[in-house]
């Protein structure tokens, strides 16, 4: 259980361009999304906590604009990088928290495998 | 002072010894500690969680919580090559965002 899956595993893009990366929750339900950047040899980085149904709460620094959350159901919330900018080049994680009470899963996070963004 | 802190490391054991990855936090009200396990250019893989004071142990893992201290440790037992990776500890309020506060991550090498 708790597979967690983001698509696209990679993409390479020009300057200017804007990519959408998509977060799936594969067998439970998430009403919270989460979205980190990862730049090489550094820490996970939260961007924002998605909620189904509501506006993304965005940590500080991070432009909400450039970074667009949309988390349109319990299994998906997807990242628009818009205009994205050779300093976007990152791994994108998304991870999803499952509801209380599922049985089997743990009230923690489930990782994505990433996206990695190259920024050409 | 950060909210989770651990060793950067590297920590470096011989195959078969025993691994102790620690972090301390700063926050009393928090309640949920998680270890995860991320390997390079991967993505963290839950390993072991921990809700109570004491020990839980799970296979080779036994994670350690101590809410007095304000620390939260894991031992490796057996350390095999294919521990090694970067391990991150993170730390939830259990507010119902549920938003984890990861450390930097105590990377680890098992030599054979």
């Known amino acids: 259980g708790a597979v967690v899956s983001q698509h696209p595993s990679r993409v390479i893009c020009k300057s200017g361009t804007s990519v959408k990366i998509e977060c799936r929750s594969l067998?439970?339900?998430?009403?919270?999304m989460f979205w980190y950047r990862q730049f090489p040899k550094q820490s996970l980085m939260l961007m924002a906590t998605s909620n189904e149904g509501s506006k993304a709460t965005y940590e500080q620094g991070v432009e909400k604009d450039k970074f667009l959350i949309n988390h349109a159901s319990l299994t998906l919330s997807t990242l628009t990088v818009t205009s994205a900018h050779p300093e976007d080049s990152s791994f994108y994680i998304c991870?999803?928290?499952?509801?209380?009470?599922?049985?089997?899963?743990?009230?923690?996070?489930?990782f994505g495998p990433g996206t990695r963004l190259l920024v050409l | 002072q950060k909210e989770v802190e651990q060793n950067s490391g590297p920590l470096s054991v011989p195959e078969g010894a025993i691994a102790s990855l620690n972090c301390t936090y700063s926050?009393?009200?928090?309640?949920?500690f998680f270890w995860y396990r991320q390997y390079s250019g991967k993505s963290p893989e839950l390993i072991m969680s921990?809700?109570?004071?004491g020990d839980k142990e799970d296979g080779r893992f036994t994670a350690q919580l101590n809410k007095a201290s304000q620390y939260v440790s894991l031992l490796i037992r057996d350390s095999q090559p294919s521990d090694s990776a970067t391990y991150l500890c993170a730390v939830n309020k259990n507010t119902n965002a549920g938003k984890s506060t990861f450390g930097d991550g105590t990377t680890l090498t098992v030599k054979p």
């Open positions: 067998d439970f339900q998430a009403t919270t």
């Open positions: 926050d009393r009200v928090s309640q949920s």
């Open positions: 921990i809700y109570s004071n």
């Open positions: 991870s999803a928290r499952s509801l209380p009470g599922q049985e089997g899963f743990q009230e923690t996070q489930y």
